[in-house]
């Protein structure tokens, strides 16, 4: 009942200067004594929560379970792992396969980046990816993605294999790195592979966050 009333007072708009402006709370609630008798434990207890709440869509609240530290700690420990999947080659990409849907002929490639982890066999790119983002791990990985993918381009044309084009993701934060040019150029004449055969893609969210650097970047 009082974080509906919480809730329900910051829905209701107010007034910075000129601007109406909203706000909305993501709250975590832990009991005492059934959590813990503890301050700090409480606190740190009620901070995990909040953050269940806001990873659940934000402008809600949650109650603090135990499990909740046993996911927490998870996903430290994958955390860790993942700073060191580079150098273990623990990455892996999978080609899928793009077709003219009018003659089913091959015309490409996407990059699919996936990580063996040596314990946990293959783990979901919903669960890594977005830590990758988060801790700014993208960059040297989608640094290795392109190179990987031109090496394997380089496979295909020393089996006598036409080379087709593999498209790859770059996220918004490796969008915004002052030298994504540079690391590009630098990995194609590196491999020496024809610049028509590698494709980025990129989300409209990623360009229209800064319009001018996106432009510079193109």
């Not at 996911?71 to 994958?78: P, V, Y």
Request: contains cysteine.
């Amino acid at each position: 009942v009082v974080t509906q009333k919480i809730l329900n007072a910051l829905s209701t708009a107010f007034q910075l200067d000129d601007a109406e402006v909203y706000v909305t709370a993501s709250i975590g609630i832990t009991l005492y004594p059934n959590d813990s008798e503890d301050l700090d434990a409480l606190l740190r207890n009620a901070d995990t929560a909040m953050y269940r709440a806001k990873d659940s869509g934000r402008n809600g609240y949650q109650f603090y379970t135990p499990e909740m530290n046993a996911r927490a700690l998870e996903k430290l420990k994958l955390e860790n792992d993942l700073r060191r999947a580079l150098e273990r080659q623990e990455f892996l990409l999978y080609y899928q396969p793009k077709a003219n849907l009018s003659s089913g002929e091959a015309t490409g490639f996407e990059a699919l980046l996936r990580w063996q982890h040596p314990v946990h066999g293959v783990v979901s790119p919903g669960e890594f990816v977005p830590m990758l983002e988060e801790t700014g791990l993208i960059v040297p990985v989608g640094k290795w993605l392109l190179a990987a993918a031109c090496r394997q381009i380089k496979a295909w044309e020393a089996m006598g294999l036409r080379p087709l084009p593999i498209a790859i993701n770059l996220s918004a934060r490796q969008f915004t790195e002052k030298n994504l040019g540079v690391t590009v150029k630098s990995v194609l004449e590196k491999h020496q592979v024809d610049p028509r055969l590698i494709e980025l893609e990129i989300t409209e969210s990623s360009v229209m966050s800064n319009a001018e650097e996106a432009e510079k970047t193109l």
